[in-house]
């Protein structure tokens, strides 16, 4: 089994920055990409960052310049750091792990719980 573990959400006033957190951990063989997503009140869920085992990465046009994804493959783990938020950026936002299970020739997609990041105006 794998599970993804977020942390690092919160409340920030608008203009302001907050870095997110994701580690995963189980029975792990590799980690293809690893993204980031969101969900506001009432809306679906979308894309918000992307990066691949080699470090290649996607971003929203919407965050782009102002939201970095970074992972490090020896942790297992993503990082979201957000600046510059917007009140319009308040969701719940989800990682995401394209992951090879120990003694598995496929890979499954999880997700962690989610994380509320809240932005005052």
């Known amino acids: 089994q794998v599970q993804l573990v977020e942390s690092g959400g919160g409340l920030v006033q608008a203009g302001g920055s907050l870095r997110l957190s994701c580690a995963a951990s189980?029975?792990?063989?590799?980690?293809?990409?690893m993204g980031w997503y969101r969900q506001a009140p009432g809306e679906q869920r979308e894309l918000v960052a992307t990066?691949?085992?080699?470090?290649?990465?996607n971003y929203a046009d919407s965050v782009k310049g102002r939201f970095t994804i970074s992972r490090d493959n020896a942790k297992n783990t993503v990082y979201l750091q957000m600046r510059s938020l917007e009140p319009d950026e308040t969701a719940v936002y989800y990682c995401?792990?394209?992951?090879?299970?120990?003694?598995?020739?496929?890979?499954?997609?999880?997700w962690g719980q989610g994380n509320h990041v809240t932005v005052s105006s």
């Open positions: 189980g029975s792990i063989f590799s980690i293809n990409s």
């Open positions: 995401n792990a394209l992951v090879r299970q120990i003694g598995r020739s496929f890979t499954y997609s999880y």
């Open positions: 990066i691949t085992s080699s470090g290649s990465t």
